[in-house]
């Protein structure tokens, strides 16, 4: 699949399109106590040595870093004369960098509170709420006046008098739970006729009408501070903080021309994670809006989960990966450094290698466009905490069934894009030779029509577990498209699952020596179709336990992974349990195999564009065009790959890139951008090939076709 994305040469530095220029990020937070404590030459040095060409800034909002004039607009206590936040903006300025000033409307202090008792969130009790963490701070709710009016006066004064590109809204949003202010109370009521939900009543049929009511709610909020901005200075943009959510829970017709980059705050990875989940951001943000900009907010501090150390510094070799993966697959990189005050530059280093790195591979990554031949489908979902409908329920971007599919391409080297499922069209599937469905239990009709048709176009499709599987539970959407029916219904948890080889088969290669492999825990009992071929069976259940009685036992054998070839030359895969979330748990070498044999065989006979050969761990990523073809290829060949933090960055060993030549090229060359230098690139017949030294951080190897 092929995205186009959005990028200028040469930006204007004040144009409406200024956001097409900020492509490396420096962020400082200040501190309440920062003023007068500061090096500003230490941050010039900074911006310059990361060759960062846009800045976000703390300007205002919880507390005010410029001399203010607004009421109830808290300064910091150490400003005095002072005006860091204009001296920061000057010195980007000077440097010809972007600027966005960063807002906090989350709490106000007691002062604020007092003469303003209906700008603060309430409990069902009609209690002020008080902050969480921070003593004489009161959270604010953001269906009142405080955002509509106060931020708003907030915003204009700032754009008003500084030279600036954007402001940024963080934690603005409100509170995780329902505000009962007097306003929303009031406003609510008019909107739905309901009165506000409890947390007590889960079922209530409120609820449904709260989260659309705060969805148009927050959208509103985001035009009316858009607005205010860009009529006081049009090439000014309000861009709110959005995170891996992008705008899937805020109305589109409203929002959609009001982001023109997205900015997701995943500052680093928790202990869980591996290093490639940088690269996803970028991925999943084009999967939902390809034409837009994204950048990854990395902290160079640890994180882990909720525990944080923002005077500390991440190790040099997680802070460089982190970011190079990240902008390999189009992710931007931005740094965010909180408090202005240094007491450990350990971080600045790496990240001048990392911004270096980007800057080197920027000018080929502007001409040529994104492109996979595997896509998978973005299928996102709330977790309801608290009932059937929960708008505060956690956020989750991916799931482990996700995860497993994930882990499985990067080890088999197999480029992959992401499609979110509410842009699910067969224009976008046009370039992509398969269509990977990790889990989507929610599929519409529609959706699963989409895919149909894709199959009855000649596409691939490997799908897993609950795909299609209807609210009920009792039968799959695509089940007729990939040759299964289901005859018993979802079960597990289950435990020693396993599934038996079914004869000779691609999607089978590669387990010599086995008669059967490890199966899932969730399971799903099909039978085959017409011409569909069970490649793999279930085993019939036995016990675990005790040892005395883990032995088979007849029963009914049932289809485990099911193969199809169809008459539209197009191949499916369909495996009938939890395969991404086992191997995202177990790391079980036999699944990572079933992974990418199914893929590979669903993609039909053609080789495969791009394939690297050799040892380690590589994350890859792919830009063409007729004329060209781009690879990056990042190193994640280090011990701590998989968990933790990484400690040491190991040299992938020498690589061979195998590339499918295309119709009509006669001949080419090659460049590796980071080792500035020209290789060999040896053509026979449709096969190109490119011997690739070691690599430390990544190459990116640029080949230009002749004709």
Same mark, same amino acid.
């Given at each position: 699949?092929?995205?186009?994305?959005?990028?200028?040469?040469?930006?204007?530095?004040?144009?409406?399109?200024?956001?097409?220029?900020?492509?490396?990020?420096?962020?400082?937070?200040?501190?309440?106590?920062?003023?007068?404590?500061?090096?500003?030459?230490?941050?010039?040095?900074?911006?310059?040595?990361?060759? /960062?060409?846009?800045?976000?800034?703390?300007?205002?909002?919880?507390?005010?870093?410029?001399?203010? #004039?607004?009421?109830?607009?808290?300064?910091?206590?150490?400003?005095?004369?002072?005006?860091?936040?204009?001296?920061?903006?000057?010195?980007?300025?000077?440097?010809?960098?972007? $600027?966005?000033?960063?807002?906090?409307?989350?709490?106000?202090?007691?002062?604020?509170?007092?003469?303003?008792?209906?700008?603060?969130?309430?409990?069902?009790?009609?209690?002020?709420?008080?902050?969480?963490?921070?003593?004489?701070?009161?959270?604010?709710?953001?269906?009142?006046?405080?955002?509509?009016?106060?931020?708003?006066?907030?915003?204009?004064?700032? $754009?008003?008098?500084?030279?600036?590109?954007?402001?940024?809204?963080?934690?603005?949003?409100?509170?995780?739970?329902?505000?009962?202010?007097?306003?929303?109370?009031?406003?609510?009521? &008019?909107?739905?006729?309901?009165?506000?939900?409890?947390?007590?009543?889960?079922?209530?049929?409120?609820?449904?009408?709260?989260?659309?009511?705060?969805?148009?709610?927050?959208?509103?909020?985001?035009?009316?501070?858009?607005?205010?901005?860009?009529?006081?200075?049009?090439?000014?943009?309000?861009?709110?903080?959005?995170?891996?959510?992008?705008?899937?829970?805020?109305?589109?017709?409203?929002?959609?021309?009001?982001?023109?980059?997205?900015?997701? &705050?995943?500052?680093?990875?928790?202990?869980? !994670?591996?290093?490639? $989940?940088?690269?996803?951001?970028?991925?999943?943000?084009?999967?939902?809006?390809?034409?837009?900009?994204?950048?990854?907010?990395?902290?160079?501090?640890?994180?882990?989960?909720?525990?944080?150390?923002?005077?500390?510094?991440?190790?040099?070799?997680?802070?460089?990966?982190?970011?190079?993966?990240?902008?390999?697959?189009?992710?931007?990189?931005?740094?965010?450094?909180?408090?202005?005050?240094?007491?450990?530059?350990?971080?600045?280093?790496?990240?001048?290698?990392?911004?270096?790195?980007?800057?080197?591979? !920027?000018?080929?990554?502007?001409?040529?466009?994104?492109?996979?031949?595997?896509?998978?489908?973005?299928?996102?979902?709330?977790?309801? #905490?608290?009932?059937?409908?929960?708008?505060?329920?956690?956020?989750?971007?991916?799931?482990?069934?996700?995860?497993?599919?994930?882990?499985?391409?990067? !080890?088999?080297?197999?480029?992959?894009?992401?499609?979110?499922?509410?842009?699910?069209?067969?224009?976008?599937?046009?370039?992509?030779?398969?269509?990977?469905?990790?889990?989507?239990?929610?599929?519409? #009709?529609?959706?699963?029509?989409?895919?149909?048709?894709?199959?009855?176009?000649?596409?691939?499709?490997?799908?897993?577990?609950?795909?299609?599987?209807?609210?009920?539970?009792?039968?799959?959407?695509?089940?007729?498209?990939?040759?299964?029916?289901?005859?018993?219904?979802?079960?597990?948890?289950?435990?020693?699952?396993?599934?038996?080889?079914?004869?000779?088969?691609?999607? /089978?290669?590669?387990?010599?020596?086995?008669? =059967?492999?490890?199966?899932?825990?969730?399971?799903?009992?099909?039978?085959?179709?017409?011409?569909?071929?069970?490649?793999?069976?279930?085993?019939?259940?036995?016990?675990?336990?005790?040892?005395?009685?883990?032995?088979?036992?007849?029963?009914?054998?049932?289809?485990?992974?099911?193969?199809?070839?169809?008459?539209?030359?197009?191949? #499916?895969?369909?495996?009938?349990?939890?395969?991404?979330?086992?191997?995202?748990?177990?790391?079980?070498?036999?699944?990572?195999?079933?992974?990418?044999?199914?893929?590979?065989?669903?993609?039909?006979?053609?080789?495969?564009?791009?394939?690297?050969?050799?040892?380690?761990?590589?994350?890859?990523?792919?830009?063409?065009?007729?004329?060209?073809?781009?690879?990056?290829?990042?190193?994640?060949?280090?011990?701590?790959?998989?968990?933790?933090?990484?400690?040491?960055?190991?040299?992938?060993?020498?690589?061979?890139?195998?590339?499918?030549?295309?119709?009509?090229?006669?001949?080419?060359?090659? =460049?590796?951008?980071?080792?500035?230098?020209?290789?060999?690139?040896?053509?026979?017949?449709?096969?190109?090939?490119?011997?690739?030294?070691?690599?430390?951080?990544?190459?990116? $190897?640029?080949?230009?076709?002749?004709?």
């Amino acid at each position: 699949m092929t995205a186009p994305e959005s990028r200028s040469s040469s930006p204007a530095i004040r144009s409406p399109e200024w956001f097409l220029g900020a492509t490396r990020w420096t962020q400082v937070t200040f501190t309440d106590d920062d003023p007068g404590r500061f090096d500003l030459d230490f941050w010039v040095e900074v911006m310059r040595r990361t060759r /960062s060409n846009a800045l976000c800034l703390s300007a205002g909002g919880y507390m005010a870093f410029y001399p203010t #004039s607004i009421p109830f607009h808290h300064r910091s206590a150490h400003l005095g004369d002072s005006d860091p936040f204009g001296a920061f903006v000057e010195a980007a300025r000077s440097l010809g960098m972007h $600027v966005m000033a960063r807002v906090d409307p989350h709490a106000v202090h007691d002062d604020a509170a007092q003469a303003h008792p209906e700008w603060l969130a309430r409990d069902s009790d009609g209690n002020p709420m008080p902050h969480p963490s921070f003593p004489g701070l009161w959270l604010t709710d953001p269906f009142t006046s405080y955002h509509r009016e106060f931020m708003t006066e907030v915003a204009l004064e700032i $754009v008003r008098d500084y030279d600036v590109d954007a402001l940024f809204a963080n934690r603005w949003e409100g509170p995780k739970k329902v505000s009962y202010s007097e306003q929303a109370a009031r406003d609510f009521r &008019d909107s739905t006729g309901f009165d506000l939900p409890h947390a007590d009543d889960p079922g209530h049929q409120a609820w449904g009408a709260y989260r659309e009511w705060r969805s148009r709610r927050l959208s509103e909020l985001v035009v009316l501070w858009d607005d205010a901005v860009r009529g006081v200075r049009p090439h000014v943009r309000f861009i709110p903080n959005r995170g891996e959510m992008l705008t899937r829970d805020l109305v589109p017709e409203l929002v959609e021309d009001r982001y023109p980059m997205f900015f997701v &705050d995943k500052q680093s990875r928790s202990t869980t !994670e591996p290093l490639w $989940v940088a690269g996803r951001v970028g991925k999943r943000a084009r999967g939902l809006h390809p034409d837009r900009p994204v950048a990854l907010i990395s902290s160079v501090g640890p994180e882990s989960h909720q525990l944080r150390w923002k005077d500390s510094v991440a190790d040099p070799n997680e802070l460089i990966t982190w970011i190079c993966d990240g902008f390999a697959h189009g992710a931007l990189p931005w740094f965010t450094k909180f408090k202005a005050e240094c007491f450990d530059t350990r971080w600045v280093a790496p990240l001048e290698t990392a911004f270096g790195l980007h800057a080197k591979v !920027e000018p080929i990554y502007r001409t040529l466009p994104t492109t996979a031949e595997v896509v998978l489908l973005d299928s996102p979902s709330r977790q309801a #905490s608290n009932g059937p409908i929960d708008p505060f329920a956690p956020y989750r971007s991916s799931n482990l069934d996700e995860d497993g599919f994930c882990q499985a391409l990067v !080890e088999a080297r197999i480029p992959f894009e992401f499609v979110a499922v509410e842009a699910l069209t067969l224009d976008r599937l046009a370039d992509a030779r398969v269509l990977v469905l990790p889990n989507a239990p929610g599929l519409t #009709s529609d959706q699963a029509g989409v895919i149909e048709a894709y199959i009855a176009s000649g596409g691939g499709v490997v799908a897993a577990h609950d795909v299609g599987l209807t609210d009920d539970g009792t039968a799959l959407r695509l089940g007729d498209a990939l040759g299964v029916r289901l005859v018993v219904e979802p079960r597990g948890p289950i435990k020693n699952n396993y599934i038996a080889l079914n004869g000779s088969h691609p999607v /089978s290669a590669g387990y010599d020596g086995a008669s =059967r492999i490890v199966g899932g825990t969730r399971v799903l009992g099909v039978e085959t179709l017409g011409d569909a071929r069970a490649v793999f069976d279930f085993v019939p259940d036995y016990p675990d336990l005790p040892m005395e009685e883990v032995y088979p036992r007849p029963g009914v054998v049932r289809p485990a992974v099911v193969a199809r070839s169809h008459p539209s030359g197009g191949r #499916s895969v369909y495996l009938a349990f939890n395969l991404g979330e086992i191997f995202a748990e177990t790391l079980q070498s036999d699944h990572s195999r079933l992974i990418a044999n199914a893929i590979r065989w669903a993609a039909g006979d053609e080789p495969a564009r791009v394939t690297l050969e050799g040892p380690g761990f590589a994350d890859i990523a792919v830009r063409a065009d007729a004329d060209a073809i781009a690879v990056t290829i990042v190193n994640l060949n280090n011990p701590h790959a998989m968990r933790g933090q990484n400690r040491e960055t190991i040299p992938l060993p020498p690589q061979e890139l195998v590339l499918r030549v295309p119709e009509g090229v006669t001949g080419g060359r090659a =460049r590796l951008v980071i080792a500035d230098r020209d290789v060999p690139l040896t053509i026979k017949g449709a096969q190109g090939r490119v011997h690739i030294p070691a690599v430390e951080h990544l190459e990116l $190897v640029h080949v230009l076709w002749s004709r």
